[in-house]
């Protein structure tokens, strides 16, 4: 059944038609409190997004953030999506099984919680339909949350970062996911990395014991370690 799916992916990916990605100029709005982001725990939020409405219940630990320091058009809807297309993401191309339940986070910037952005999911290469095989055979994929309140208007951007099963365990997180999901990210992130001739230059820094470390309060009783890695990412 899986290898079916994985051949449909394929012939999608074969007859994948060629669109021009270009990185729009957008209107810029500069990180007016030039932090790199304001610890949600300090301001009522937490480092987890959860499927409760009032981001109460278990959640998926935010793991990643890219910094407010980082290029002002990294951080727009369009920056960051060319940003993941230049680290092997992309958003859907369409649905097999469940393309991942809504979730919110409170990042303790005074919007309270709020649903995603978007979702991005791993491409293998194959910005489009590529997609389309981390559907069917499980992957890595991230929902970004912005911080933008104005009680901690950062404009970083958390991401709840995983690794999930493939489409015939419905994309349940895999064993070590979320860690793991987090590490994959990142070593793929760091350096100098293009997209459309878009050029980013990424540094990480390691985030300590910022979340509970364990399964307490985890969504699938998954252990994490506590830690998240703060992404700094550059437009050359």
Do not use: W
Not at 115 to 135: H, K, M, S, Y
Not at 170 to 179: E, K, L, M, Q
Request: charged share 10%.
């Amino acid at each position: 059944m899986l290898s079916h799916l994985l051949q449909v992916a394929v012939v999608l990916i074969v007859l994948q038609a060629s669109v021009t990605y270009a990185l729009p100029q957008a209107q810029i709005v500069q990180n007016q409190s030039n932090a790199t982001f304001f610890n949600p725990l300090d301001r009522g939020g937490r480092f987890f997004a959860a499927f409760d409405p009032a981001d109460s219940g278990p959640g998926e630990p935010l793991n990643v953030i890219i910094s407010g320091t980082s290029s002002p058009q990294v951080l727009t809807d369009d920056g960051v999506l060319h940003f993941a297309r230049a680290i092997g993401f992309s958003n859907d191309c369409i649905s097999f099984g469940s393309n991942g339940s809504p979730q919110v986070a409170n990042l303790g910037d005074g919007n309270g919680p709020q649903p995603a952005v978007f979702e991005l999911r791993e491409d293998f290469g194959n910005v489009g339909t590529g997609v389309c095989i981390e559907q069917l055979i499980g992957g890595n994929h991230f929902r970004v949350y912005r911080q933008n309140g104005t009680l901690a208007d950062s404009g970083a951007l958390f991401l709840a970062v995983s690794s999930e099963l493939n489409v015939l365990h419905n994309h349940t997180i895999s064993a070590d996911g979320y860690n793991r999901g987090r590490d994959f990210l990142v070593q793929g992130a760091v350096g100098q990395k293009s997209f459309n001739g878009t050029i980013f230059s990424t540094v990480a820094q390691n985030l300590t014991g910022v979340m509970p470390s364990g399964s307490n309060n985890v969504n699938h009783n998954i252990s994490v370690d506590g830690n998240a890695v703060l992404l700094t990412v550059t437009i050359m």
